[in-house]
């Protein structure tokens, strides 16, 4: 059964700063690897999707990286900013249809101005 | 939310009560899922849809039926809800041909929260 675990729990970091967060997954055999921003209240949004052939996607000020075979993937955020303070999710995906993601249970982030 | 709208937003029932929470979208994706997500836990699958009359079990279905009888409208319905279906439940989309949102990106609805007394 495919378990995906993201660390830190939480992260607190001030203004500017460069930050990573993990997310890590026990079955190497995945189609793709999505990260997600929550708002408090809101739903998901998706942030950067990496296919099982791709090594790493970029989007502005986030970089995402994927290593299937240890089971790794993570998530840069570059000069952060308040703005970015929300809940960070990631979620593997098995095969081409049906798309059963298996989430983790995400990373909290506060960007202190 | 990119075309997709969930009702009610908010419910508040007592234990044994049915409820159905009504998914729609306007984008014409194949695919369709209800997930709940609960502190802890994380989001977690309950029933998924990849076609009119086609649906199948998540990881969490028990207590929990789905319906999709038009491309555009995904119900979810407790029969009889408890107590531990009290959660924040979210309708998602996707598609493999899809061009807007990008072929297999998941797309959230709001969510809806539920309150089981």
């Not at chain 1, 593997?92 to 101005?113: D, P, W």
């Amino acid at each position: 059964k495919q378990e995906v675990t993201q660390i830190p729990a939480a992260l607190s970091v001030p203004e500017g700063e460069n930050l990573v967060l993990n997310c890590s997954f026990t079955d190497s055999a995945i189609y793709n690897l999505q990260w997600f921003r929550q708002d408090p209240g809101k739903g998901l949004t998706s942030l950067l999707l990496i296919q099982s052939s791709q090594r790493e996607q970029t989007s502005g000020r986030l970089n995402a990286s994927l290593d299937k075979s240890s089971g790794r993937s993570t998530l840069y955020i570059a000069a952060s900013q308040p703005g970015d303070s929300a809940t960070y999710l990631c979620a593997v995906r098995r095969g081409e249809y049906g798309n059963k993601l298996v989430f983790g249970a995400g990373t909290i982030l506060r960007v202190k101005s | 939310d990119a075309g997709i709208t969930q009702s009610p937003r908010h419910k508040v029932t007592e234990t044994g009560t049915p409820v159905t929470l009504r998914c729609h979208q306007t984008e014409n994706h194949r695919y369709m899922y209800w997930y709940r997500q609960d502190p802890g836990h994380g989001l977690r699958l309950i029933h998924y849809s990849y076609g009119v009359k086609d649906t199948d079990k998540g990881e969490v279905s028990d207590g929990y039926s789905v319906s999709r009888s038009k491309t555009e409208d995904f119900l979810l319905t407790l029969e009889s809800a408890t107590s531990s279906q009290t959660s924040v439940y979210f309708c998602a989309i996707s598609d493999p041909l899809a061009r807007h949102s990008g072929a297999n990106v998941l797309t959230f609805g709001a969510g809806s929260r539920l309150t089981v007394l």
